[in-house]
C-alpha cells in the first residue's frame, strides 16, 4: 500500500524575523479550484467598488489671476512648470508641486490668447489682442523654485507690433520658428521683427493654430469660416481645407501617431481626422452638452481632455466615442483651457472664474511611493476587473459618474432630440422612393465640403 505525506523542510517556510511574511503554499490546478471564477467575480465587483469610494479626482486650485483664465501651455524643460494667459493681460509661470506662481510676465495690454514655449524650453511666445506679439526669456529649471513669497517678474526680451489682433500662437518643434493666428496665419523667427510668411486662404480669422509634432513643417488651423486647413512651410502654400457646418474651436495633433488629430467643434462633439484622407472622421467623440473650448493629448496618445462651455472636464480614449471620465465643481464656470501634464498624471483647467485647477488624470489612483506589494494588489484589480468589465454588475459600477443637474437634463433633452432627429429619417426613408434618400453616417455628416 502506498500513503502519500507531504513533506516540506522547516527552511522553506519559517519567518527569519518577525516582520517577515508568512509563506502560503496554493496549489493552482484548475480542478481543485472550482469556484475560481466566482471568487474573481467578487473580487472584481469589490474593486470596482473600492475604485469609486477612492475617486477623489481634484488635488487643488491655482488662484492669482484677476480675469479669466484664457489660454496655458506646458513647460517641456520643466516636468512640474505651467504658463497661464489671463484675460487681464498677465503671464504666470506656475509650480504644481506647490501650486504657487513663481513668476510673473507682465506687459500686454489687452487680453493674452495665446502662449507656447520652445522645444528647449527657454523661450516663451505671448500673443493678444494688443497687436502684440512678445518674446520672453524663461528661468531655468534650478530658480523656478517658489523659495518665499515673493514671486519674480521678468521683461519681454522682444516685442512684436503688428497690424491685427492675434488670437492664438504656436511654436514650432525642435526650430526656431513659431506661427500666430489673426487675420491670417503668419509665420515669425527668433530673429526677425516682420514674418516671414502670410498665408490667407479666406478673409476670416483663423482662432487656433498647432504645428505637426512629427514633421515639423506642417501645421493646422481653424477659422471662423468653419474651416480646417494643413499648411506646409516647405511648399510655402495651402495642403487642403474642409468646411464642417460648425465651428472648431481648437484642434490637438497626437503624439504618437503624428498623422492623426481631433478638432475640438462648436456642435459640442469631437472629431478624430486622418490628415490623409478629410472626407470623413475616423472618430466622433460625444458626451459634451455645449460647445467644446480646447483640447489636449496625453503624452502617450491613448487619450485626450477637453474642456466645454457647459462647466465640465472629460477625458476621452483616442479611439472611444464616449468619455471614460468628468470633472466637475459647483465653483468651476466656464473652462476655456486644458491641459495634460508633461508625464500625463495630471490634468490642469483654466477656467472663467480665475482659476487653474489641478486633478488626477486616473480619479482613484494612489499619490505618493507604493510599495511593491501595493503596485502588485492594484495590477491584480485592474487585471480582474477588466476581466469581468463585460458583466451587467461590474459595467454599471465602472461607468457610473454622478453629474450635475443642468448637464443631467441637458445630456437626456440632447438624447431625445438625436432620437426624435431619427425616427423622422427613417419615416421619411420608409415612405420615399427606394434609393431616392441616403443616409450618411455621423462621421461624414458634419463635412460640408472638402477642399485640395
Not at 9 to 34: A, G
Not at 296 to 317: N, Q
Request: proline content about 4%.
Amino acid at each position: 500500500m502506498k500513503v502519500k505525506v507531504i513533506s516540506r523542510s522547516t527552511d522553506e517556510f519559517t519567518r527569519e524575523r518577525s516582520q517577515d511574511l508568512q509563506r502560503v503554499f496554493r496549489n493552482f490546478d484548475p480542478n481543485i479550484r472550482s469556484q475560481e471564477k466566482a471568487v474573481e467575480y467578487v473580487r472584481a465587483l469589490n474593486a470596482a467598488k473600492l475604485e469609486k469610494i477612492f475617486a477623489r479626482p481634484f488635488i487643488g486650485a491655482m488662484d492669482g489671476h484677476m480675469d479669466a483664465v484664457s489660454c496655458m501651455t506646458k513647460n517641456p524643460n520643466h516636468l512640474k512648470g505651467i504658463f497661464s494667459g489671463s484675460m487681464d493681460g498677465e503671464i504666470r509661470l506656475w509650480d504644481l508641486a506647490t501650486r504657487q506662481t513663481v513668476c510673473k510676465f507682465p506687459g500686454h495690454q489687452g487680453a493674452v490668447k495665446g502662449v507656447a514655449a520652445s522645444t528647449d524650453g527657454r523661450l516663451l511666445v505671448s500673443c493678444g489682442t494688443d497687436c502684440t506679439v512678445r518674446l520672453w526669456n524663461v528661468p531655468s529649471s534650478d530658480v523656478v523654485e517658489p523659495s518665499d513669497s515673493t514671486e519674480k517678474s521678468t521683461q519681454a526680451l522682444e516685442e512684436y507690433v503688428w497690424k491685427n489682433a492675434f488670437w492664438a500662437v504656436d511654436h514650432q518643434w525642435n526650430g526656431d520658428r513659431f506661427a500666430t493666428a489673426g487675420a491670417g496665419v503668419h509665420i515669425w523667427n527668433h530673429n526677425k521683427s516682420v514674418p516671414e510668411k502670410i498665408f490667407e486662404w479666406g478673409t476670416d480669422t483663423v482662432i487656433s493654430v498647432r504645428f505637426n509634432p512629427g514633421e515639423p513643417n506642417v501645421l493646422a488651423t481653424t477659422a471662423t469660416d468653419r474651416g480646417i486647413v494643413l499648411y506646409d512651410l516647405r511648399t510655402s502654400k495651402e495642403v487642403t481645407k474642409i468646411i464642417m457646418r460648425t465651428r472648431t474651436n481648437s484642434i490637438a495633433w497626437n503624439p504618437m501617431e503624428p498623422i492623426n488629430f481631433t478638432a475640438a467643434n462648436e456642435d459640442s462633439n469631437c472629431y478624430s481626422y486622418d490628415a490623409r484622407k478629410l472626407s470623413e472622421a475616423k472618430c466622433v467623440h460625444k458626451d459634451h452638452v455645449s460647445a467644446v473650448m480646447d483640447i489636449d493629448y496625453s503624452p502617450t496618445g491613448r487619450e485626450f481632455v477637453t474642456g466645454s462651455y457647459d462647466r465640465t472636464v472629460r477625458i476621452f480614449p483616442f479611439n472611444g466615442g464616449h468619455s471614460r471620465e468628468i470633472y466637475h465643481t459647483k465653483r468651476m464656470q466656464r473652462v476655456f483651457s486644458v491641459k495634460f501634464s508633461c508625464d500625463g498624471t495630471y490634468v490642469i483647467s483654466g477656467s472663467d472664474d480665475t482659476n487653474l485647477r489641478l486633478w488626477k488624470a486616473k480619479a482613484s489612483e494612489q499619490l505618493g511611493v507604493l510599495l511593491p506589494r501595493e503596485q502588485k494588489k492594484h495590477e491584480y484589480q485592474e487585471a480582474v476587473k477588466n476581466r469581468y468589465k463585460h458583466l451587467p454588475d461590474v459595467k454599471r459600477i465602472v461607468r457610473h459618474r454622478h453629474l450635475p443637474k443642468p448637464i443631467y437634463k441637458a445630456t437626456n433633452l440632447k438624447r431625445t432630440m438625436t432620437d426624435a432627429e431619427r425616427r423622422k429619417e427613417e419615416r421619411r426613408k420608409a415612405h420615399s422612393t427606394p434609393g431616392s434618400i441616403t443616409t450618411q453616417p455621423l462621421r461624414k455628416k458634419r463635412i460640408v465640403k472638402v477642399v485640395e
